[in-house]
């Protein structure tokens, strides 16, 4: 009886110590800065012992057995280079501060994805269950559905430094005083006038995705073209009041822009949105990037809709009554962001929202191909490594603006390592501080900075968009070589 009672109190430990939990990963973007991100949460949590179901565009090819891929495949006209490529950058194409663009993007992405039919299998699946979910933010919480589907926690997770439209989902949105927005060129300590624009970015964005402002019609007139016309009319007559804007929009009286607009029938909180929108444009020109943050409210109606036609119907295969979009977005437990104090800006932060910048860097070492050792430790004055990213290509350069960088490489002292994807012609005949690499090379040149990111020292240089600035930073923070790109 006594080794009975003893084997049952073994078990008991055994089970209570259990503590491997069933985690749903979601990073949906094509971006491969985006995947290390996601690859960096599958490292951890198989170390710990969890089973991961990852959905990604980029699977592992040889996956542990606690590892579950959705793989998702997407159509060119979605992917970045689509939109962010050489060509469109020379000829200033896409504006990449520009909010439409990005919400498009990014709005295309995530309905890929929730369509895609390894995902469909996926939700519809009635046996499938989770602890916990964590997806990734960037301009939109559709990806909520699948805490509430699976009746789990859902954690955020964000690549971007804290910002008010990510803190507001947990817990109130950042002081416009000291925190700029995240497409603001403002660095704190901000001067009165950029703490006003700061503030309009957050007032502004608020109105238009205010409950009044959904309970209204739907507002096709709250776009570029009607808060244009109403600026020309406030601009013509500066002192002209609400109600003389409002009396001359009466049928038949509205001017020939306004009807072509669809103002003629706007409602009344509408048309208060637009001249505040028109007054920010005509006032406050230098920031004037605020208005195109009335795209989040016609972005918000299209992530509803999405919600409801891949969510609603997945919940009732299951028996599930699944809960509205706007409840289901603020039901997070927990933000998990790629930052760190030491990189970005001191903000006052909730408990449940977390930073951890750096999260991603492997630890695990291999040892560089011989070549690339080689050249590293014969370069007396340190290296430079030269790299366009992922999407952006060497190769697509004018070959005057090739012959251009070559010429400014030769002029180094720094041995140079140039991230090229196709055979360079006209490379000069010594090359003393310059290597080219080609396709054979690619991935061991980009591992290169990931691997001597974990070690080395270094000041990391390098101008690019998005996210992707503060994830260089925190993989270069401690490597010996200077990245341009």
């Known amino acids: 009886m006594l080794k009975e009672c003893v084997v049952l109190c ?4 055994m089970i209570w110590t259990i503590e491997a939990f069933k985690v749903l990963l979601m990073f949906p973007l094509p971006a491969p ?8 949460y599958v490292e951890h949590l198989l ?6 179901t990852y959905i990604t565009p980029f699977p592992h090819e040889d996956p542990p057995p606690n590892l579950h891929q959705v793989v ?3 159509p060119d006209e979605v992917l970045p280079s689509k939109i962010l490529n050489m060509k469109n950058i020379l000829n200033d194409k896409p504006n990449l501060n520009d909010l439409d663009v990005m919400l498009d993007f990014v709005f295309n992405v995530y309905e890929h994805a929730l369509k895609h039919e390894n995902v469909q299998e996926l939700i519809k699946n009635q046996n499938t269950n989770f602890d916990v979910a964590v997806v990734e933010w960037l301009y ?5 559905g699948f805490a509430a589907l699976f009746q789990c926690p859902l954690i955020w997770s964000s690549s971007l430094d804290p910002h008010w439209l990510i803190l507001q989902l947990v817990d109130e949105a950042a002081n416009p005083s000291y925190v700029p927005d995240i ?3 403002n660095l704190p300590p901000f001067t009165f006038s950029q703490r006003v624009q700061e503030l309009w970015t957050q007032i502004s964005t608020s109105v238009t995705m205010n409950d009044e402002f959904r309970n209204g019609r739907p507002s096709i007139a709250i776009n570029n073209k009607t808060i244009d016309a109403i600026r020309h009319m406030i601009e013509a007559d500066r002192h002209v009041t609400y109600h003389e804007i409002r009396a001359s929009l009466g049928i038949g ?3 020939p822009i306004l009807r072509e607009c669809g103002i003629a029938s ?3 909180a509408h048309l208060r949105t637009v001249i505040k929108l028109a007054l920010a444009r005509l006032y406050h020109n230098k920031f004037c990037y605020t208005v195109h943050y009335t795209h989040i409210y016609r972005s918000t109606k299209k992530y509803a809709a999405l919600y409801n036609e891949v969510f609603i119907p997945a919940g009732n295969i299951k028996g599930i009554v699944m809960p509205p979009y706007e409840e289901v977005k603020y039901n997070a437990s927990l933000v998990i962001s790629n930052s760190h104090v030491s990189l970005g800006e001191s903000v006052r932060l909730p408990q449940n929202f977390i930073p951890v910048g750096g999260y991603h860097i492997n630890t695990k070492l291999k040892p560089l191909p011989k070549d690339l050792q080689k050249l590293m430790d014969d370069a007396r004055n340190g290296v430079i490594y030269f790299s366009m990213g992922s999407n952006l290509k060497s190769k697509d350069l004018p070959d005057k603006m090739k012959r251009d960088f070559l010429e400014m490489f030769g002029q180094l002292n720094q041995t140079v390592i140039w991230k090229f994807e196709d055979a360079l012609s006209g490379l000069p005949k010594k090359r003393t501080h310059l290597e080219v690499g080609s396709t054979a090379k690619h991935f061991s040149l980009t591992n290169l900075v990931y691997r001597l990111a974990a070690t080395w020292k270094c000041i990391p240089v390098q101008q690019t968009s998005g996210d992707e600035c503060v994830n260089t930073v925190a993989q270069a923070l401690q490597c010996n070589t200077r990245e341009f790109g």
């Not at 073994?10 to 430990?13: K, L, R």
């Not at 170390?47 to 991961?52: F, I, L, P, S, T």
């Open 10 to 13: 073994i078990i008991s430990s």
């Open 33 to 40: 800065s985006h995947g290390i991100l996601g690859n960096g």
């Open 47 to 52: 170390n710990a012992g969890h089973e991961v």
């Open 72 to 74: 998702l495949n997407y």
């Open 140 to 144: 939109g919480e559709v990806s909520a």
């Open 183 to 185: 497409l603001s060129n």
């Open 253 to 255: 009286c509205a001017p």
């Open 266 to 268: 706007i409602t009344p």
